[in-house]
C-alpha cells in the first residue's frame, strides 16, 4: 500500500537529486495540475537551484492512442527550460524493446475500466526509475 505523501512544493523539487514527473494524459498532453505545479518552480528557476538534476516523465492515457508520448515529450520542454538533464527511458530495457512503455518515458492504457498498469509496464517503470536515480547520484557525486 502506498503511503499518501500530499501534493509536491517547490521545497520537494529543490532538496530532490532528481525528479520524475507523472501525470494522465489530458488530450494528448500534461494535466492542468501538473502544469501548474511546473509553473510554481519560476522562483527555483530563477536562482539556479534546478539547473544539472536528472529528470524524466510517465504517464498513463486512457486509450492506445491517447497520446503517451505526446505528452511525455511535451514535459522535456519545461525540463529543458528549468535547467533538468533529461533521462529518458530510451530502448535500454527488453520490455521496451517489446513495446511496452515508450523510449521517452514508462507509460500505460488503462481503458475505460481504469486497468491498472500491467506487470511490463511496471518493470519499465521500475527500470526507469532506477535509471534516473543512478543518473541523479553521477551528477550529485559530480557537484
Known sequence: MLAECGAPTADDAEWADGIIFGTPTRFGNTSAELKAFIDSLGGLWFQGKLNGKASGAFTSTSGPH??????VVSLFIPMAHLGFIIVPTGYTHEKVVQGHGTPYGASSVSGQTMT?????DLEVAKHQGARVTQVAAALKAAR
Open 66 to 71: 491517447g497520446g503517451n508520448e505526446t505528452t
Open 116 to 120: 491498472p498498469p500491467t506487470p511490463h
